[in-house]
């Protein structure tokens, strides 16, 4: 979640016999474009905190209890038949603060987007390789992932050095989700983007027979990215990445806050985007304001879910954009936690069984998952 003004980060199948279904926002008129609606199959996290998982950390050399507090805004991924979620975990060390704990991601398995098998350590964490310092101390957070065509599979995740405040998107692979490759930064180390602070990368992606894999749009692929205002950039191979600049020479600003609206404080990059037959379908986080400017029917500082539209042939052309959230927190674990103004933090998305599910981070400490009917527009 919000870490520029100094906050921290923030199915598929049949419903559970017995449980209720919560859903947060229909199509609004005119509004066909849209995903949704979202529902929740279960009214509880699917992953939780678990104080027994322990992990030997290759940095400080001891045994870190690497799940214990938080476990949150994760990604998914359908391979062999399951969804797999790569979610983000803190350990129990550090001052009780958010932000101020060592975070590495986990890996769970699931048959039906519901019940998960978690390996009992991390399998992507601060280690002694070229990445060191760019994630410790801090770690690396808040994970999207896609599949290219080949198979591999794309990490974008956040490196954060909290000693000196830095935080960049780093870009990493894997063939097997286990063993991962870091490439570093996705806009590099040096030049015009070396140093800069950003956050929350997405990669636009397509429907290929029942997977969802990096799309290209003109001989490249495109990543939304950021927070405080939503960016794009372009790669040819999807590890090294250049920002699409306006005619001033900045990175072109695509979505930025509306008073009065559920992201009057800002947007901020979800899930990887889809593109359709009506265009790119760009799913957002989106903070409400604090004081004064914001949706007054929200919480102050709320997290909930929107939706906006970009043309499929030029993902700079803002098209549509919803005025309500089409998700957001309702449930008490989405409202409690470590930010109890209540989050509903997209990062996975995935077709699963002729189903959207969507897998959020609840209130920075737990994950949750909510389904849509498979959008015609992907056929």
Known sequence: MLRAAGIAFILSCAVIPGSSIAQTASHAPGNDWQIGPFTRPVNAPVIRPRLESTFTDPISGKLVHWE?????????????????????????????????????????????????KRLPEPVFYPDHDSQQQNEVPGGVEDPRIVERENGTYV?????????????????????????????GKAFGSEGKYGALKYKSAAIVTKRVGDRLIAAKIKGKYWMYWGEIQIR?????????????????????????????????????????????????????????AEKGSGDSSLAPGMYSVGEALFAA??????????????????????????????????????????????????????VGVAIAPEPKSLQ
């Open 232 to 288: 794009l950039a372009t790669s040819t191979d999807l590890i090294h990445w250049t920002p699409v600049e306006d005619a001033s020479g900045k990175p072109v600003e695509l979505l930025k806050d509306r008073p009065g609206k559920f992201d009057s404080a800002f947007p901020e990059s979800g899930p990887p985007p889809l593109l359709t037959e009506n265009g790119i379908v760009v799913i957002y986080n989106a903070k409400n």
């Open 155 to 183: 990490l974008t995740y956040t490196q954060w050095a909290r000693s000196r405040g830095v935080y960049s998107v780093g870009i990493a692979t894997s063939k097997d989700l286990r063993t991962w490759t870091k490439h």
């Open 313 to 366: 042939d030029d993902p700079t052309k803002l098209k549509a954009r919803v005025d309500q959230p089409v998700f957001r927190p309702e449930e008490a674990f989405e409202r409690s936690g470590q930010y109890a103004a209540g989050t509903t933090f997209a990062e996975g998305l995935v077709l699963f069984r002729h189903q959207l599910s969507l897998y959020y981070g609840c209130a920075d400490s737990f």
């Open 68 to 116: 214990a507090l938080h476990t949150f805004n994760p990604a998914a991924i359908v391979k062999d038949g399951k969804i797999y979620v790569l979610y983000r975990a803190e350990d129990d060390t550090g001052a009780m603060v958010i932000g101020e704990h060592t975070s590495r991601l986990g890996l769970a398995e699931s048959e039906d987007g519901i019940h998960f």
